[in-house]
């Protein structure tokens, strides 16, 4: 069993920054895939950003390329996502989430253990 808890969510302005981490259990946190995903309220759960488990590979949402950046590190059992360039349409519930099978990538079916998510709220 896997637990995530994400923390860094908040209110910040436009043009802003903020950095979400996710937290695991589990001695085989450094094998899985890890992905952030988001939903806005009244939208569906959309993929933002994941991981493999070298931390060599990442692949992002056109969304978010070049503003968020994602990394992890496996010595803490760690991810993390830094948010730069916030805009309003970047407000939502961020969800991490980890797929031990590594198989994963954008596909949230895929993943099985999930965070209970952090508010990011950005004004404008």
């Known amino acids: 069993q896997v637990q995530l808890v994400e923390s860094g969510g908040g209110l910040v302005q436009a043009g802003g920054s903020l950095r979400l981490s996710c937290a695991a259990s589990?001695?085989?946190?450094?094998?899985?895939?890890m992905g952030w995903f988001r939903q806005a309220p009244g939208k569906e759960r959309e993929f933002v950003a994941f991981?493999?488990?070298?931390?060599?590979?990442?692949y992002y949402a056109d969304s978010v390329k070049g503003r968020f950046t994602i990394a992890r590190d496996n010595a803490k059992n760690t991810m993390y996502l830094q948010m730069n360039s916030l805009k309003p349409e970047d407000t939502a519930v961020y969800y991490c989430?980890?797929?031990?099978?590594?198989?994963?990538?954008?596909?949230?079916?895929?993943?099985?253990?999930w965070g209970q998510g952090t508010q990011v709220t950005v004004s404008s």
């Open positions: 989430a980890a797929d031990p099978s590594g198989t994963s990538g954008s596909d949230s079916r895929l993943y099985d253990y």
């Open positions: 991981i493999l488990w070298s931390g060599g590979s990442t």
């Open positions: 589990g001695r085989t946190f450094s094998r899985y895939t």
